[in-house]
């Protein structure tokens, strides 16, 4: 699986943007999906996943209410609408593939293939 995401850019705080998700080489309608991001100095951390499905989603305390996951298995694509957002937000975003579920959505070692990322960038 080949993942590509992108909708970052430079927005000011209080802003919105919608990132997405590409796949391709493989669909991932069987597959769990997850968003990250690593702010400069940071370790990685997990932002909100969706089930294969799209029945369940988790978030990260910090996002909770601001953002949304969102998939179009039809498209092979996975969303993240990104509201509210703060120069906390700051952080380079990657999604990543979940084969299969084996207790936790947060860690990164959870996830089996990974996209580059794209830059978002909120100005105070």
């Known amino acids: 699986v080949q993942l590509q995401a992108s909708g970052g850019g430079l927005v000011q705080a209080g802003g919105s943007l919608r990132l997405s998700c590409a796949a391709s080489r493989r669909a991932i309608s069987t597959y769990n999906m997850g968003w990250f991001r690593q702010a400069p100095g940071k370790e990685r951390e997990f932002v909100a996943a969706i089930t294969w499905s799209g029945g369940r989603t988790y978030y990260a305390d910090s996002v909770k209410g601001r953002f949304t996951i969102s998939r179009d298995n039809a498209k092979n694509t996975v969303y993240l609408q990104m509201n509210s957002l703060k120069p906390e937000d700051t952080a380079v975003y990657s999604c990543?593939?979940?084969?299969?579920?084996?207790?936790?959505?947060?860690?990164?070692?959870?996830?089996?293939?990974w996209g580059q990322g794209t830059l978002v960038t909120v100005s105070s």
């Open positions: 990543a593939v979940n084969k299969y579920y084996d207790g936790t959505y947060t860690d990164t070692r959870a996830y089996d293939y």
